[in-house]
């Protein structure tokens, strides 16, 4: 995997020219896991650019002009893909960036045939939320360092040395994580969105039911009663929202069923100092918490 990653990449970047070594390099990600993951990876002496505004949703975001200015520095634009294929609009102007996606490595999931019609799914049709599990982290970490290092050439073996660091640190941490789930009784759990596949399947739980297949889409009749059944067999107590997306028309659905919303943030980086893995912890906790009988 290591190699064909490689050789991807250093076809991709073929064609760009290199940086001068009198000027920092510059990289942006679409979303704050991306981010955070790249600073790591990058060190001291690179600009990390975030795109998404911290508290926005990716699924609603749209690039403004001046957003677009702010990109001309970045040699490399990190994306999710599906979530975030806005930023393809950005190639036209900013020629000399290149796109890199990076779910190399990672085994991706088919998106739900009923879910994401809003186009939000990657453009071979699986599901793009794959950074919700930790394992998944470790690979983005050396699909960045890969990228930084066909940059950058001069620093590359210290792209690839935290490369390597912050991906072991990711695999402890999945190990982790699925450790504090490990002792649940209850480990179903209803949705307000389609987001969350990866994180069950990483960390032993199951999506029993989603009230929205995609942000913005409401439930059609048929998919309000698969809900209503799935609550009830399950004995449901709680629906996980999310902050980004607005929760005013699961009201009705919260008081029939007599259910509580517990919030569960699948970016982060609304609060200074956030992390990657902060964000995963807390959501295993509010997991955790939630579930526990």
């Known amino acids: 995997m290591?190699?064909?990653?490689?050789?991807?990449?250093?076809?991709?970047?073929a064609a760009l020219p290199?940086?001068?070594?009198?000027?920092?390099?510059?990289?942006?990600?679409?979303?704050?896991?991306?981010a955070d993951i790249a600073r790591r990876v990058a060190g001291g002496g690179v600009r990390v650019i975030l795109v998404l505004p911290p508290g926005a949703s990716p699924h609603t975001f749209e690039l403004t002009p001046g957003k677009v200015r702010d990109l001309q520095p970045a040699r490399l634009i990190f994306k999710i893909g599906g979530v975030d294929d806005w930023i393809d609009g950005v190639a036209e102007s900013l020629p000399r960036t290149?796109?890199?996606?990076?779910h190399a490595g990672i085994v991706r999931m088919a998106a739900n045939g009923h879910g994401h019609g809003d186009g939000h799914h990657h453009q071979d049709g699986s599901d793009p939320h794959y950074w919700l599990s930790a394992a998944n982290g470790a690979a983005m970490a050396a699909t960045i360092a890969e990228a930084l290092a066909k940059a950058d050439p001069a620093r590359a073996a210290g792209y690839r040395a935290n490369g390597r660091a912050v991906a072991a640190e990711f695999t402890a941490l999945h190990a982790e994580l699925k450790g504090m789930l490990a002792g649940l009784g209850e480990k179903r759990m209803i949705v307000l969105h389609d987001g969350w596949r990866y994180f069950a399947a990483a960390y032993g739980l199951e999506i029993a039911a989603v009230f929205q297949a995609s942000p913005g889409?409401?439930?059609?009749?048929?998919?309000?009663?698969?809900?209503?059944?799935?609550?009830?067999?399950?004995?449901?107590r709680v629906l996980f929202s999310?902050?980004?997306?607005?929760?005013?028309s699961v009201e009705p659905v919260l008081r029939d069923l007599g259910l509580r919303l517990?919030?569960?943030?699948?970016?982060?980086?609304?609060?200074?100092?956030?992390?990657?893995?902060?964000l995963l912890r807390r959501d295993v906790r509010a997991v955790a918490a939630a579930l526990a009988r």
């Open 217 to 236: 889409r409401e439930p059609t009749p048929r998919d309000l009663q698969e809900l209503y059944r799935a609550a009830r067999r399950i004995h449901a």
């Open 242 to 248: 999310e902050p980004q997306l607005p929760a005013a």
């Open 98 to 102: 290149l796109i890199v996606p990076l």
């Open 18 to 34: 290199l940086r001068p070594a009198d000027r920092p390099l510059t990289v942006a990600a679409t979303i704050f896991p991306a």
């Open 2 to 13: 290591k190699i064909r990653l490689a050789a991807s990449l250093a076809c991709l970047l």
């Open 262 to 278: 517990v919030v569960l943030d699948p970016i982060g980086g609304a609060e200074p100092g956030d992390s990657y893995a902060g």
